[in-house]
């Protein structure tokens, strides 16, 4: 049979067995499962943000089929639209709750909380929450690194540059709180989103002392507790130096803000404010606030006008106009416009006449007088003599002691002991005739040894066999005078043995050059 058959038919029967296996266990272990978790699930956004507490929508779904109130349970994302629409699908109650917002409680903006360091490391907040407080001196601010930007998956909440600080869009935030667990320093807080969005929130997290905070931080609570004080409805309280709104009591009278003297506290979502308008005169009033209508003066004859006046002064010399009242519109009311009033006659304008500028006297100028000034020359100062004055010199006395007696040497003639020399002999030179001469004798040398000894002894100084000092006396003290050193004798140099006539072939025969004579 073909092997590659029989593997086929092999791998396929243990496929089958291990088939049937799975299923009689399936089977066996089978857990029932509510059909109604798949309902919720499905009416459920699908977000998996984690906002409600669970790991997912399917846990959440599981949560709420085995519980058996609803309670305050909420999804964080559908809000109570979709707690109605699962509670319809259980068949229970659930308590309706105020849809909730992020809230950046950090003011410490470029300007209100200069920088102190640069960070270079990772762009993170929890790891540079980790090595140290941040690159300002508030530790309880943001780090600005925008870890709860990334958290955030509904892209509600961004970094803004020009501030470092995150800013939230509330249109799109669920109030799931992924940015709220993201921040290392607890800035970002999970409240109430309010009626129309309105709320008062301390826009702080600084619990140091006011002195303290206030060198951090421009705009940080200092815990002076001026808010709680003017708060009507006590909402405010101040723990730990910092100051807490509660959202339950709050009536959003903003008279917090008002008080605050750093700015810590601010409102959000309130409507500016328009300027009051003045409020117009009534009619009546303006009519009794106008003066009187004043008649036109009779023309006076040609020859009783006053003459023609010079020419005006200049322009820097005019008065200004300042009107003494606010001035009065008359569109409103034509009866008592500028139509209906009277011209009057112009009166003519009296010029005063310049006063004419006096002159001043001359001033003149007194004659110069020259006046002489000797100089005499300065007198020479004598210049005091300085005599040196000689101070005594005392010279040092010494007093010598004679010294202990020294061993006397031993004498010259018992160390020049010296083997005397042998008596040198010349070969005695043979006569024309055949005679032998006698020998002649010559007088023995004397060692060098006992030479030098001999000399050395001779020439020693009397000093030297002198008795030394026994003690010098020195500036008052007697220091004891150093024995003097014992020389060994020489020992005198052996001198070499002279060599017997017949034993020195060698010898230069001296008459040989003096002709043989004796």
């Given amino acids: 049979m073909n092997p590659i058959l029989i593997t086929v038919i092999i791998l396929t029967a243990i496929g089958l067995l291990v088939a049937a296996i799975l299923f009689l266990v399936a089977k066996k272990f089978k857990v029932e499962e509510d059909p109604r978790i798949d309902d919720v699930e499905a009416a459920l956004p699908g977000a998996n943000c984690g906002g409600c507490g669970c790991a997912g929508c399917r846990d959440f779904a599981t949560k709420l089929v085995a519980m058996d109130d609803l309670g305050d349970a909420l999804c964080p994302v559908g809000g109570n639209e979709t707690m109605n629409k699962i509670a319809g699908i259980l068949g229970k109650t659930v308590a309706p709750s105020a849809p909730k917002v992020a809230v950046v409680k950090c003011n410490g903006s470029c300007e209100n909380r200069p920088t102190t360091t640069n960070y270079e490391g990772y762009a993170s907040c929890k790891v540079k929450a980790s090595l140290y407080s941040g690159d300002t001196g508030c530790r309880f601010g943001c780090l600005g690194c925008g870890d709860c930007t990334r958290a955030c998956k509904f892209d509600a909440i961004k970094m803004d540059p020009s501030t470092g600080l995150p800013v939230v869009d509330e249109s799109k935030c669920t109030g799931c709180g992924a940015c709220s667990k993201a921040c290392p320093k607890n800035v970002i807080e999970m409240r109430p989103k309010g009626p129309r969005g309105l709320k008062v929130v301390v826009v702080c997290n600084n619990t140091e002392k006011g ?63 328009k300027a009051a308008a003045a409020p117009a005169p009534a009619p009546a009033a303006a009519a009794a606030e106008r003066p009187a209508p004043t008649p036109a003066p009779a023309a006076k004859p040609a020859a009783e006008q006053p003459a023609p006046k010079p020419a005006a002064a200049p322009a820097d010399e005019r008065p200004k106009f300042v009107p003494s009242r606010a001035a009065v519109s008359h569109s409103a009311y034509p009866e008592t416009g500028p139509a209906a009033r009277p ?117 020693a100084p009397a000093a030297e066999m002198a008795e030394a000092p026994a003690s010098v006396n020195l500036l008052g003290e007697e220091i004891p005078a150093p024995a003097p050193k014992k020389r060994a004798p020489r020992k005198p140099k052996a001198a070499k043995p002279a060599a017997a006539p017949e034993d020195r072939d060698d010898v230069i025969d001296l008459d040989l050059f003096s002709g043989g004579e004796a």
């Fill in 211 to 273: 002195a303290v905070a206030r060198k951090a931080c421009k705009a940080a609570c200092i815990g002076c507790a001026k808010c709680a004080k003017i708060c009507p409805h006590d909402a405010i309280t101040v723990e730990n130096n910092l100051a807490y709104i509660d959202a339950a009591k709050c009536k959003l009278c903003t008279k917090c803000v008002d008080e605050c003297p750093t700015g810590a506290i601010h409102k959000f979502n309130f409507p500016v404010r």
């Fill in 343 to 459: 011209k009057a006659a112009a009166k003519p304008v009296e010029i005063k006449p310049e006063p004419k500028a006096v002159a001043e006297p001359a001033v003149v100028a007194a004659p110069i007088v020259e006046k002489t000034v000797e100089v005499k020359p300065a007198e020479p100062v004598a210049e005091p003599e300085v005599k040196p004055v000689a101070e005594p010199v005392v010279e040092p006395k010494v007093e010598v002691k004679p010294a202990e007696p020294v061993a006397e040497a031993a004498p010259v003639a018992e160390m020049a002991e010296a083997p005397a020399p042998k008596p040198r002999t010349r070969k005695p030179k043979a006569a024309a005739d055949g005679e032998t001469p006698a020998p002649k004798k010559r007088a023995p040398r004397k060692s060098k040894a006992a030479a030098e000894v001999a000399e050395a002894a001779a020439e």
